[in-house]
């Protein structure tokens, strides 16, 4: 794996002498550009076809945690920006009913970093429960040329929402534990609930209202959430829909929009899932396209800081 991360961090270093994609202007003046955008691979291994969620890895550098949407099985993958194929693991007591995101974070009841799996999407709101699944982050990778394998036991925390059920694609974990989810907007406004799990990983919690975000769903450009993440200071955090990602400061009261939405296009196949490298540099992965694979790529958008505008 030695090699593997030496070669990442060639792609996720420098970025000024990397060659960056040429984008057009969208019309209106409504979003902001990329300034460094570049697609790093695509994924080796051939089950994996619709990654839905992408959690980067902060005790093992270069790895991605991975997993397939919803209908098949529970298996968490190890990969990185090359989209290697680092094995998977089986992820016991848990169902796949439909898997939407993952994201890092700090375990509920030990000293260690877990990682959470959002059950959460329903697309026809018939769900009388959600669920998220917190199993701990292997503590050991296998050296380079062996991949990845075993299980691992997951909690399930059982999510109910105040007026729902509402469909989820995006999860959230902030250092300091908080955990959100935002719903996909396919019912009217984007709504963010807070889970309060507490120091359990088995439980049954009702989730609180946040409020709406500002972003305004509209299909026809595919301004629907398909994924959040915080960065790993916890003071940003970042929703993606399928063509654009939307910066905010996390406040101790309410999060501020930075700027105008980054817009990504149809760079991607089908854009699902972000997460942060760094505090400026995101991770994104898409699902496949018929006859393709799903890929990955790196990306900066322009960001002013709090109540900025470009």
Same mark, same amino acid.
């Given at each position: ?8 961090? %060639? ?39 619709? %990654?839905?969620?992408?959690? #980067? ?11 397939? *949407? ?5 298996? $968490? ?5 090359? @989209? &290697?194929? !680092? ?17 890092? @974070? ?15 999407? *329903?697309?026809? +709101? ?23 394998? @075993? ?9 109910? +929402? ?8 995006? !999860?959230?974990?902030?250092?300091? @534990?908080?955990? !959100? ?7 009217? /406004?984007?709504?963010?609930?807070? #889970? ?5 990983? *088995? ?23 398909? =994924?959040?993440?915080?960065?790993? %200071? ?7 829909? +399928?063509?654009?990602?939307?910066? +905010?400061? /996390? =406040? ?5 929009? &930075? ?18 490298? *760094?505090?400026?540099? $995101?991770?994104?992965?898409? &699902?496949?396209?018929?006859? =393709? ?18």
């Amino acid at each position: 794996m030695a090699a593997a991360t030496a070669r990442l961090m %060639s792609i996720a270093g420098p970025l000024a002498i990397a060659g960056v994609v040429a984008w057009a202007e969208p019309v209106g003046g409504q979003w902001v550009l990329p300034t460094f955008y570049r697609a790093t691979g695509e994924f080796a291994e051939a089950r994996l076809i619709e %990654s839905s969620g992408v959690a #980067v890895s902060r005790r093992h550098p270069g790895v991605l945690w991975t997993h397939n *949407d919803g209908g098949h099985e529970p298996w $968490l993958y190890a990969t990185n920006l090359l @989209g &290697e194929d !680092l094995g998977h693991y089986r992820i016991a007591g848990a169902d796949a009913r439909d898997w939407e995101d993952i994201a890092l @974070g700090p375990c509920p009841d030990v000293p260690t970093t877990c990682l959470y799996i959002a059950d959460t999407g *329903d697309n026809l +709101y018939r769900r009388r429960e959600a669920a998220i699944y917190i199993v701990e982050e292997p503590a050991v990778l296998p050296p380079p040329g062996k991949k990845a394998e @075993g299980r691992l036991q997951a909690g399930r925390v059982r999510v109910r +929402y105040p007026g729902g059920p509402f469909d989820v694609e995006a !999860l959230t974990v902030a250092p300091d @534990g908080e955990v !959100l989810l935002i719903t996909k907007g396919q019912q009217g /406004r984007i709504r963010r609930f807070r #889970v309060p799990i507490g120091r359990s990983r *088995d439980t049954s919690v009702m989730a609180v209202d946040q409020g709406v975000l500002d972003i305004v769903p509209q299909r026809m450009l595919g301004r629907l959430v398909t =994924g959040a993440a915080v960065s790993p %200071s916890g003071r940003r955090l970042v929703v993606r829909t +399928y063509t654009e990602i939307d910066f +905010y400061w /996390r =406040g101790p009261d309410a999060i501020v929009r &930075e700027g105008r939405p980054c817009w990504l296009g149809l760079r991607e196949p089908q854009g699902e899932a972000v997460d942060f490298w *760094d505090e400026d540099l $995101l991770v994104l992965t898409s &699902e496949a396209p018929p006859n =393709g694979r799903g890929s990955i790529a790196l990306v900066r958008c322009p960001t002013p800081g709090p109540e900025g505008s470009q």
